[in-house]
């Protein structure tokens, strides 16, 4: 399985001392052929390997920020 990570942006995690989101689009997640996704990754540690991550489809990318932006 190939895929190549882009780190778009790493946000400190409120309420912790290094915790960290990173936002990162990653193609061929699945292999080769997968479409690409956006990958939002928690770690409490501000380790490089995130303790939650989840992968959205590109296609979902605006939906979601209008569902985050409402619960501002």
Do not use: F, R
């Given at each position: 399985?190939?895929h190549e990570v882009t780190?778009?942006?790493?946000?400190?995690?409120?309420?912790?001392?290094?915790?960290?989101?990173?936002?990162?689009?990653?193609?061929?997640?699945?292999?080769?052929?997968?479409?690409?996704?956006?990958?939002?990754?928690?770690?409490?540690?501000?380790?490089?390997?995130?303790?939650?991550?989840?992968?959205?489809?590109?296609?979902?990318?605006?939906?979601?920020?209008?569902?985050?932006?409402?619960?501002?």
């Amino acid at each position: 399985m190939s895929h190549e990570v882009t780190i778009i942006k790493e946000i400190p995690l409120d309420g912790t001392k290094k915790g960290q989101i990173t936002v990162s689009k990653v193609d061929e997640p699945y292999g080769t052929g997968s479409d690409s996704v956006a990958s939002i990754g928690i770690s409490l540690s501000g380790d490089t390997t995130p303790e939650w991550k989840v992968h959205i489809p590109m296609g979902n990318i605006d939906a979601l920020v209008e569902a985050l932006q409402s619960i501002k």
